[in-house]
T-cell receptor
Framework: DSGVTQTPKHLITATGQRVTLRCSPR?????VYWYQQSLDQGLQFLIQ???????AKGNILERFSAQQFPDLHSELNLSSLELGDSALYFC??????????????FGPGTRLTVL | AQSVTQLGSHVSVSEGALVLLRCNYS??????LFWYVQYPNQGLQLLLK??????LVKGINGFEAEFKKSETSFHLTKPSAHMSDAAEYFC???????????FGKGTMLLVSP
């Protein structure tokens, strides 16, 4: 158990809908990262938040957005869902702002299925 | 631009045999290199990372990897496979910071008794 929690574990929805994925980092960790793992694209970095502020952006679609709240939990919002958005979405956390000297801990993931 | 190539989407070994998972990288700057393991229905776990200190890096669960600049490789090895090593392994490269991590496609390690 990494200490990073993600809810829900599974989510099934329809095209065009909007969903919210939630992540709670390990106690004391200030950075939260979101990744997408799909059969087509593999594992891709989406976005990072550090202490409530957006720190870095990767291959995140405009239909997706995220935020980190004062209690440091984070939410990833996916809207106008398409079949291709079906994937495993991972959250990870680290103590610092994303330096390689940090260790990054991954949650168990949320499996999103868009029908 | 940076990338990693993992040779072989599946590798099969017998229990007790040597494990060798191959990773070659491409990076325009001195890279940081990582190996992660993903067990079924779980998130990724860091096995080891190279951050330009020693070229031979020891990780958890008996795994190690050697950075070879001349070969642009960072292969993962374990002397003796255990059934519990069956999982998917990802090589990743960064030019600095986790936000620049680029992952390979993954190699599924199958261990037979």
């Amino acid at each position: 158990d990494s200490g990073v929690t993600q809810t829900p574990k599974h989510l099934i929805t329809a095209t065009g809908q909007r969903v919210t994925l939630r992540c709670s980092p390990r106690s004391g960790d200030l950075s939260v990262y979101w990744y997408q793992q799909s059969l087509d694209q593999g594992l891709q970095f989406l976005i990072q938040y550090y202490n409530g502020e957006e720190r870095a952006k990767g291959n995140i679609l405009e239909r997706f957005s995220a935020q980190q709240f004062p209690d440091l939990h984070s939410e990833l919002n996916l809207s106008s869902l398409e079949l291709g958005d079906s994937a495993l979405y991972f959250c990870a956390s680290s103590v610092g702002s994303g330096s390689i000297t940090d260790t990054q801990y991954f949650g168990p993931g949320t499996r999103l299925t868009v029908l | 631009a940076q990338s990693v190539t993992q040779l072989g989407s599946h590798v099969s070994v017998s229990e007790g045999a040597l494990v060798l998972l191959r990773c070659n990288y491409s990076s325009s700057v001195p890279p940081y290199l990582f190996w992660y393991v993903q067990y079924p229905n779980q998130g990724l776990q860091l096995l080891l990372k190279y951050t330009s200190a020693a070229t031979l890096v020891k990780g958890i669960n008996g795994f190690e990897a050697e950075f070879k600049k001349s070969e642009t490789s960072f292969h993962l090895t374990k002397p003796s496979a255990h059934m519990s090593d069956a999982a998917e392994y990802f090589c990743a490269v960064s030019r600095g910071g986790y936000s620049t991590l680029t992952f390979g496609k993954g190699t599924m390690l199958l261990v037979s008794p």
